[in-house]
């Protein structure tokens, strides 16, 4: 969609031809159809519109106050390639939009936020460290070994640790990305300037460049959300949107994670609350047993026990439960085979008990299913996801995945309905994989046909 709309570098607009032989070929083309011919080239593209900002920056001159100016994605380009290469390998959703490097986090690391806890710690990545040209003495590039904190960086590293669990559960869907790449010092004490404090003709060339870079990595990326982390890039995006009439791509503004900025003490729950639910309630998210309360290790062992009840009744073993106000309200299991009906599964059966439990109380179930927490012991297939998420759920926490028709693993139903449900999955996963095993082993070929096709039906719906 953005490659419709977007104003492509001749070059680009020159490989797209190339591989297709067809002039301006750019109008007809999607950036997913152009990304699934070559999708191991993002990375690559990342730097390259890197290395492009970089020169043009660097023929900038910028005035007083600025003594000083640090572009770590050159002096640490190796650790900005690392973070590409790590976490920005295909099409992302959501871009998270920084201003510039910190003095203490992107200006020591090369990545963005790159708190050096968290680049150490929880990213994983290591690689050369250089100085900039000229050093301002009291803002000193000491890399890895950096013994400061940057705040703001260890703000978002709590928040995403706090959504996601583990890098590779944030990325899935999103990239972090500054808007311009250098950080200015004053020479006294060194002191942060920020480019929306720059002044006159160079602050307008700067913020040029900064755009069409920008430009480039939303269609690289083929970006649908921009998340504006502070109002100076929540202004630039938004305008860079509108001059090129893109109205597709979403921006969502959030405080910045700075503790300069009043009144966000409490930055991480504010950015949960603004923070597109689908984004980190489908991603892969892993359950952390120690996450689980007693009473919710109790419940799942409740659906283990239905999902090995459909076991003995050869029934593909997936086992259910619906919570409301801590009273178990619905409780089963796939009847397929039984009742000879593809639809019967054990979120399907559950949903039909909670709206009779309804009708019994004379409560709305909209209500009731709104304020449901379901314990499954594996990933509900497409089909069920719909409905779920189209009831509102609260919450899922599923066993195993079901990488044949799973709502998220083979095709995740959050990307078109954009659900409020919060799902994790992973609890106990081995044993519901292992009933499931059981289950396929058993299947026997030479039983009676009827059996046999009964049984073809079951597994292509759960
Ligand atoms: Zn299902």
Known sequence: MLRKKLKLSSTEDAELSEIYDVPNMSLALSNKHFNSIEPEEIPAKLLKHANGLNEKLSNLSFNKPVEYIYNPVEYAFDMYEAFIR??????????????NPGPWGMAQTGIPFGEIKMVKEWYRIEAKINKPAIECPDRPI?????????????RL???????????????????????????FMMKQNGKN????????????????????????VLST????????????????????????????????????????????QNWGTKAQKSYPKKMHSSSNNVLN???????EKHYMEIAFTYARDALRNQEVPVGCIFVYNNEIIAKGRNTVNETRNATRHAE?????????????????????????????????CIMCAAALYNLKIKQILFGCRNDRFGGQTVFDVSTVLNPVTDVKGGYRADEAMALLKEFYKGTNPSAPPSKVKIKSIDTKLV
Request: with cysteine; aromatic share 8%; glycine share 4%.
């Open 193 to 216: 300037i920020t480019p929306a404090q720059l002044k006159g003709s160079v602050k307008k060339e700067l913020e040029e460049h900064c755009n069409d870079t920008l430009l480039q």
């Open 221 to 264: 990326l083929n970006t649908e959300i921009i998340i504006a982390l502070g109002k100076y890039v929540k202004d630039q995006a938004e305008s860079i949107l509108r001059a090129h009439n893109i109205d597709h791509i979403q921006v969502i503004y959030l405080l910045h994670p700075s503790p300069q900025i009043p009144g966000n």
């Open 142 to 154: 000491m890399g890895l070994n950096c013994h400061r904190s940057e705040i703001s960086g260890k």
């Open 348 to 380: 399907m059966n559950c949903i039909d008990d909670v709206i009779a439990y309804c009708d019994e109380k004379s409560i709305e179930s909209k209500d009731v299913f709104e304020n449901v927490s379901i314990y499954v012991t594996v990933e509900p």
């Open 86 to 99: 790590k976490f920005c390998n295909e099409e992302k959703k959501i871009l998270l939009l920084g201003m």
């Open 289 to 295: 047993p120690n996450e689980l309360s007693e009473s």
């Open 157 to 183: 590293y709590e928040f995403f640790k706090k959504v996601s669990d583990t890098p590779e559960n944030f990325f899935k869907n999103t990239y972090l990305y500054n808007y311009c790449p250098l950080a």
